[in-house]
């Protein structure tokens, strides 16, 4: 569970991006956070894995205070708390399976993650995470030759290799077009039914968003205006 209190984030350059946000998001919800451009869609989500800091206000994640945590411990709470991006962050002249697979490096010798010595296993796991994603069958293709959305797919299946119980997803459909960010906001749902992970995705794109999310958080100027089901959100945001 994600609590936010009173928490607000001033950038060093005195602008203030988040005010007195209250927030409680529960294990397993997909939520939305919309808004204009510029609103705080992504200066919100990126405080819950400390991607951002925040400069006043308490942020919990399962009882853990985020702004608490030390280097060592900051780095095992961000494996249960994956994220993706528009760009999909992908190494693009090596093979789909290799870029899933790095997801499990940390806990690899160097020697064998440049070598590609990865154990079966961490394998059958990563073909069981693109399954999930429905391309199993790109596994062992160079991702510079898949479409932008079947990229955006290897993302998502590198994410579930930590098995984290929280994915962020920051604007995650913004460079696809309108057929194949349906489909990947399809993904994000299936993942959050069959793992019962939080997924809490930035969209510009309210209609879209209304049709996939249950939960919608509507962000304007650094407040939260709205905060409920998708009906009624088109007449408060
Ligand atoms: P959104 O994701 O809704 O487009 P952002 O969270 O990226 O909005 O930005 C919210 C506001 O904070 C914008 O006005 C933006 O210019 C400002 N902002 C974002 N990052 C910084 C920063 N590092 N320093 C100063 N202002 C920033
Ligand atoms: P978004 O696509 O979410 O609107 P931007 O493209 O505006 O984000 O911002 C890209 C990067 O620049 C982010 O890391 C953001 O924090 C930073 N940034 C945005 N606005 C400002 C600003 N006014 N001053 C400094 N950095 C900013």
Redesign the pocket.
Known sequence: MIEMRHVQKTYP?G?TALHDVNLTIDQGEYVAVIGL??AGK?TLIRTINRMIDISDGKLTVDGTDVSSLSGKELRRFRRNVGMIFQSFNLVTRTKVITNVLAAKVPDLPWWRSILGLFPKEDEMEALKALDQVGIANKAYTRVDQLSGGQQQRVALARALMQNPKILLAD?PVASLDPVTAEQVMDDFGRINRERNITVIINIHHVDLALRHVSRVIGIRAGEVVYDGGVDGVNDAV
């Open positions: 350059n602008f451009s510029g992504s604007e």
